[in-house]
C-alpha cells in the first residue's frame, strides 16, 4: 500500500534535505519546523529555511548493514551510519551508496569515521511496480572519491550578450561500467534513474554556470526511459533543484518532459534560446536535459543487439543571454515519419528495424540537417572547429562525420560513445560536452544530433571567451568521468541487475 | 504520596512462537490466573489499561477496546497504550486520583504472526527518517556502541574487555532463564558463542545479543491501598513512576552515547518514591540489545558514566548471581531479561513487573535472591522505540 501525501512530505524534505535554522539562538534543525525548541515563541518567525543539498557532510559513526529490512534487501550489503553538516550542528541517519556490497564484511569502520561525504539524490526504496518511486538524498558517497564535492558559488553576471546560447552544462554519469571489448559503458547503481540522472546533471549545471537557481524559468528533460509513463521527470528536477522562486511549497517553474527518441533534448535547445530572447517572456535562463537509463532487451531477446551499446548518464545544459559560453549561431531540424526505433507503450524494452536504422534513417536525418545548416549560414568544413554526432554505436558517427568532409581532429572529441555507451537522449549532448571542456574561445562548433522515428537537430555554436572562465567551476568534467581511478567496473550479469534498478 | 497503588496479583504467559494461539487466548490465559490469585471476577474491574506495540497492525485486530469489551463482556472504561510501563503509569494516575479502586493493567503482543514484515514495521515506528535512510532495528544500538565506545576512548585491552562483557551479560541473561518457567529461552550460552554469532553476522553484535520476537500477554491487578488491604495479604506498592521522552530521530538527538529519557525517567521516579538509587535492589532493565543492559546501568544512575562495563567484566569473572558495583549489590533481570525471557513488546513490561513483583513477595521459587539487607525494592525500566520513551517504576513492599 502506499500513501501519496505520506511521500509528498517525505520526498519534499528529503530530496533536498530541507533544514532550518534559529536566527536568535543559531540552533539548526533537519525538516523544518515553525519555530525553535529553545528559543519558543519568540522565535517564530525567525526561523530561516536553509538545506543540505550542495553541503559537505562528515562521517559520524557506522556500522555494517549486511541484512537489510524488507525494502533495501536489492542494495545487498552496505554501511549506513550517521552525519554530521556544520561542524556538528546538524545531524543526520545517511546511508553510503555506490557500493557493491563486495569486501565490505572486512572494512574496518573505525577508519571510514571522519571521512567527508556529498549528499546524492537517489530511489530511497523498492516498491510495486504500480506505485510512486520514493526518493531521498540521505544516501551519500565519500567526497574524495568519484563524485568531488563542488562548492554552488553564485557568480553575479558580467555581461550581457545579443545573442543567447549555453551559460553553462554538466554532465552526470554513474562509477559503475561495463567492459566489452575495446567499449566501456556507465551502468547505473541500483539506486539510480533517469530521474535521479537528470537531477544530478542539473546540479553540476548550476554549479558550473554560477547562477541562481530561482532565475531558471523554464525546464525540459528529454528521456526515452522515464520509469513513470505519466509523471515529468521534470517536476522532480524542478523541486529538487529548485528552479524559479519558490513560494510556500512550489516552484514558480515551467517544467516539462519531452519525448522524440534521442534528439528529446537537443530538439528544445532552440526552444530555450528562443524563450530566454523573447523580451516579454521574464526568463532569464531556461534549462534543458537529456537523461537516460538506456533500455535494452537481454541480449539472446529479440532487440538485444542494443544491450551491446547501452550506457546511462544525463547532460544539462543552461541557456541564457549573460555571460554566455557558446552562443547558438543558428539551427535547422528536419523530421519524416520513419519507424526505424520504437517502444510500445507498455512494453520494457525498445524494437528496432536492424539495417533500417542506418542509412534511410540516422544517415539520411544526420546528412540533411547537417548540410542544410552549413548551406544557411554559409558554411565551409573548414569554418568548423568542432563537429559533433548523435553517437548510437562507435561506426556511425565516425562514417557521417567523414561523409561531410570532417577531419579527425574536428570530430575526435566528441565521440564517448566507447566510454559510456550510448547515453539515448543524452547521447549528443554528452558528446558537446565534451566538446566544450577542451574548445578554446571563438571556436565553431556543429551538433547534428539523431532521434528514431526519426529526426534530426542541427545546431551551430561559437564559444566566448566566457568559456575559460568558468571551466574552473566544474571538476567533475567528461574526461574526468571517463577516465577515473575509482571507476568500477561489473560483469554482465550485474550489469543487468544494476540496470533493472530496485 | 497519599494513596499509594498497590499491584495485588501478576501473571503471564510463557513468551515465546505462540503459533496456534490467538491473541485473545494469550491475554485469557494470563487473566485467568491472575483473577484466581485475587480472587476477583472481570466485574470487579472498573477499569482496564491495555498495552500493545502494534497488535491492529500485526494481527489486523481492528480496535484493542471492543475486542477487549467483546471478551470480558465489561463496558467499563478502557485505554490503551503501546508499553506496559505507560499502561501501569495511567493506571496508577487514575487510582492516586481516586477515581478507581481496583483495574486492570495488561499487556499483549503477537510479532511471529507477522515475521515476513516485523523488521521494517518495527524500524518504521521506532525512526523513520533513519528507515528511510536504511537503518535496521539492530544498527541503531550498533551505532550507540560505537558512539560509547568512541567517547570513552575505549582501545585495546579495554576495548576487547568492553565486548566480552556485553556478551557476558547475554551469557548471565540466558542463565537467569534457565530457572525461568515461563522464558522463551531456557537455555544455557557461553562467550564463545556470543563472539560465534558476530563473527558470522560480520558486525559489532551479532544474533546473541539481540532480544528475540515473541509472542505473549501479561496481566497485574492493581488497587488502592485501602482496597488492596481487603484483598491481598502480600501487596507490592508502585512507590514512584516516572515517563521522560527523546526525539524520534536517533542522530539528531544531542548525545547517542546513552538514553537521556532513562536518565530523567529514573531521576523523577526515585524523587517520586523518596528512595535514592542504591535502595534499589533488584532491576529488571530494558535489554533490548547487551548495550542497552550496560547503557542502562549508566543511564539509572548505578554506574557512573564509561565504566559500566568494567562493573559488568569484575562481576562475570566469577558471576555470584549479582552485579557488583562500589560495594553494592545489584540484581539485574533475573527473568533472564528481554534476551531471555522474550520481548513481545506491549507484554515485555508485564513480565518485567512480575519479575520485580514475584521477588519482593518472595515467591520468585527457584530465582529468588537473597541479597545482604531484606529485600524492599526494586525497580523496572521499560523504553518505547529506541528510547524514544522511557518508564521507569520504583515497587517496594513497605
Redesign the interface.
Known sequence: MSSEPVERR?SYL?DRLRANRCLICGKE???IRDYCGTCGRKSFGKMVNTDLFYEKGKLE????????????TK?GS?I????SFHDGK??????LTDGTGIGL?EVD??SL?GREVVPRFRR??SVEKSEVI?T?S??FTFADEYYPYQEYRIIKPKKEYDTPGIVGYGVYTSKFRIKEGSIERSVPFIDEDSVTAAVEAGKLALIHAGIDNSWIGKVYVGSESNPYAVKPIASKVAQVLKLGQENEDVQGVDAVDTEFACKAATSMFKDAVALVNYPKSNIKYAMVIGADNSQAAPRDCPGGELDLFVGYGAAAFIFGKQDVIAEIEGWYSCTSDTPDFWRRDGEPHPSHGGRFTGDPAYFKHVRMSAKKLMEQLSLQTGDIDYFVAHQPNVQFPVRIAKELGFKEEQYAPMLQVAKFGNTYSGASPVGLAAVLDIAKPDSRILVASYGSGAGSDAYSLMTTSQLLDKRPNQKLTVACQAQNRFLQYVDYTTYRRLKLGM | MPIRPAIISVARTKFGEHYEKEPEKLIEEAWLKASIEANLERKDLEACYLSDYFLPITNKLGLEEGFLSELTELHVPMEVTRSFGSALSNACNAIQAGKYNVVLVGGIEKMTDRWDKIRDDLMLLEDPWSYYAGCTPEANHELMLRAYIKRHGLAGQDLETLNTALAQISVKNHLHGTKNDYAQYQRKITIEQVLKARKEAHRPLGLLDYAPISDGAAILILASEEAARKLTKKPVYVLGTSSATDYLTYPSREDMTHFLASEISMKNALKSAGKKVWDVQVVELYDQSTVMEMVSLEDLGFCKRGTAWRSISDSCQDYKGYYEIEGNRLFVNLSGGLKADGNPLGATGGAQVFEIVKQLRQEACERQVKPDKELKCGCVLELEGFGTKSYAHILGVE
Open positions: 517525505v528529503g534543525f533537519f525538516e559513526l557506522c556500522t555494517l548493514i549486511n541484512e537489510p529490512t524488507n525494502k533495501f542494495l552496505y549506513y551510519g550517521t552525519i546538524i545531524r543526520v541517519p545517511g546511508r564484511e569502520f573505525s569515521e530511497r526504496y520514493p531521498i540521505l544516501t
